[in-house]
T-cell receptor, first 105, second 113 residues
């Protein structure tokens, strides 16, 4: 089956910093999605991005489908950005292991 | 529009018992998918229902089953509970299934003692 790798596994930053999270797929997918899981377990869909670039406020994402990877950019981080970020894709929505982001004030 | 709702939010059961979890999708969404999240295995796909039919199934034993009703609400059942079934169970709704944007509910946290 499809394998999803996310990097880095952990990231600790100061408020105001920028960050880039990466997601690699072992095979092509046509439904790549990025999620943020808050401390209470709720998964929020940030982007549905099979290809190209999308922006939503301080967050943006780019998927290069031909090279089977996606990037999530977070600019001017805030403490509320803390949590675990997951990418997922494929017919049975395979998830990566996540990147745990901690933003310190 | 109201979001995806799941009931109950927390549940404690004993080994050998069975449990039923419920998920109500966003109005108009015909697909409901279920996922299990554990610290060791991460997020794993259980199954997907679309218009009352199971379309996809993950690699879980037959103790895990589900169904979907005509109003798109879905239930999942776990029989003969094991300690390893302790997990956060999440459901997601979407217009067209896993290949479309998924909206997740708050989850049901199941503890098996």
């Amino acid at each position: 089956g499809i394998q999803v790798e996310q990097s880095p596994p952990d990231l600790i930053l100061q408020e105001g910093a920028n960050s880039t999270l990466r997601c690699n797929f072992s095979d092509s997918v046509n439904n790549l999605q990025w999620f943020h899981q808050n401390p209470w377990g709720q998964l929020i869909n940030l982007f549905y991005i099979p290809s190209g670039t999308k922006q939503n406020g301080r967050l943006s994402a780019t998927t290069v489908a031909t090279e089977r990877y996606s990037l999530l950019y977070i600019s001017s981080s805030q403490t509320t950005d803390s949590g675990v970020y997951f990418c997922a894709g494929a017919q049975k929505l395979v998830f990566g292991q996540g990147t745990r982001l901690t933003i310190n004030p | 529009k109201a979001g995806v709702t799941q009931t109950p939010r927390y549940l404690i059961k004993t080994r050998g018992q069975q449990v039923t979890l419920s998920c109500s999708p966003i109005s108009g969404h015909r697909s409901v998918s279920w996922y299990q999240q554990t610290p060791g295995q991460g997020l794993q796909f259980l199954f997907e229902y679309f218009s009352e039919t199971q379309r996809n199934k993950g690699n879980f034993p037959g103790r895990f089953s589900g169904r979907q009703f005509s109003n798109s609400r879905s239930e999942m059942n776990v029989s003969t509970l094991e300690l390893g079934d302790s997990a956060l169970y999440l459901c997601a709704s979407s217009l067209g299934g896993a290949v479309t944007k998924q909206y997740f509910g708050p989850g049901t946290r199941l503890t098996v003692t």
